[in-house]
């Protein structure tokens, strides 16, 4: 059997609307009356008035009139958690950014995420973005021409890859760092911005610090991130943001994918990535674990100082804890 508890409600809205509108009749009223002097023009004038007066009675009325309802705890449980899923998506928005070499986990990490976010109802959206063309298109097709983008095919698999050599010619080097920070500033607004604004969470499975590990080793200028370019790189991680780089030794991380090159592609990524953690503090959790212990370890360190992250972990055994404190807080 349902139980019930009594809700206190006042009709302060429509008070303040009825109250509202009489006022501006009755001084409209005495616009009109002031203007036109007629029998008719007075007549009405006054019983607009009349009824704005008796109108204005009942809006203060409503206004301090209180209603006493029954209604069920479990309707009221309701309610709750619908006003703090709403409540949360638009006051916590956050940036969950996973960074590492390739073959470290971070996809699956990324899909772990996702599925706690599917349980708690959250707005969010997955992102890869470690890198963009836009305003850059041009300049890859000249470096294609002159020899600076070689596509080598890949030893382990079918597939091909593209090797940048920007290094070689300064002025190459310069303009692509220019026009890639332009283009990685435009999708970033896009694709993280913008859904920020909008109260969801975006994770990110590749972002900024990726970008930086690639753009270093194509223009081999490894100071980059200390420059002014990449200050202006880095500012594009939100504050408040949870970046976390998943490390692993590049001999396993080779054994785990196919689609990479070769060990020195990775050794030389790698020592970038953790120069890169300990220059912006970031924490550096161990991929050799399994993915569980993994996960566990990225949630524990990274990610439970978030309101959003236990919201409805214990839903059910919450459902009617502290249920008049609640009500008393709504019904304020």
């Known amino acids: 059997m349902a139980t019930f508890i009594s809700e206190h409600t ?17 001084i409209i009223s005495f616009h009109i009356a002031i203007l036109y002097t007629s029998i008719i023009v007075l007549v009405c004038n006054t019983m607009l008035i009349l009824i704005s007066l008796v109108t204005l009675m009942l809006g203060f009325k409503l206004l301090m009139y209180e209603n006493v309802r029954l209604i069920s705890l479990d309707d009221l449980r309701k309610r709750v958690l619908k006003q703090e899923w709403k409540k949360r998506n638009l006051r916590y928005p956050a940036l969950i950014y996973l960074c590492g070499i390739d073959g470290s986990g971070k996809t699956t990490q990324t899909n772990l995420i996702k599925t706690h976010l599917n349980h708690t109802r959250l707005k969010y959206k997955c992102l ?28 382990r698999s079918d597939t091909k890859y593209p090797e940048h050599h920007f290094y070689r010619n300064r002025a190459v ?14 999708h970033s607004f896009l694709k993280v911005k913008l859904p920020l604004k909008t ?30 370019i990449g200050k202006l790189l880095l500012s594009l991680i939100p504050n408040g943001s949870t970046t976390v780089l998943i490390d692993l030794n590049e001999y396993e991380a080779y054994s785990r994918k196919k689609d990479i090159p070769s060990i020195n592609y990775l050794a030389n990524r790698r020592k970038l990535y ?52 609640i009500f008393n807080n709504i019904t304020k």
């Open 128 to 155: 890869w973005l470690r890198w963009a063309a836009f305003t850059s298109y041009p300049l890859l097709a000249v470096c294609r021409i002159l020899g600076y983008t070689l596509w080598k095919a890949n030893p």
């Open 10 to 26: 006042r009709s302060k809205l429509t008070g303040i609307s009825l109250i509202s509108a009489s006022m501006v009749i009755i």
């Open 274 to 325: 953790i120069e890169l953690a300990k220059h912006l503090k970031i924490p550096i959790v161990n991929g050799q674990k399994s993915p569980t212990d993994l996960y566990i370890e990225i949630t524990q360190r990274s990610l439970t100082h978030h309101p959003f992250w236990f919201m409805f972990q214990s839903e059910k055994s919450a459902q009617f804890s502290n249920i008049y404190e």
């Open 199 to 228: 109260g969801h969470i975006v994770l990110c499975d590749r972002f900024i610090i990726d970008a930086i590990v690639d753009l270093i080793i194509e223009t081999q200028n490894y100071q980059l991130y200390k420059s002014f």
């Open 173 to 186: 080097a310069k303009l692509w760092t220019w026009l890639f920070t332009i283009d990685m500033h435009l």
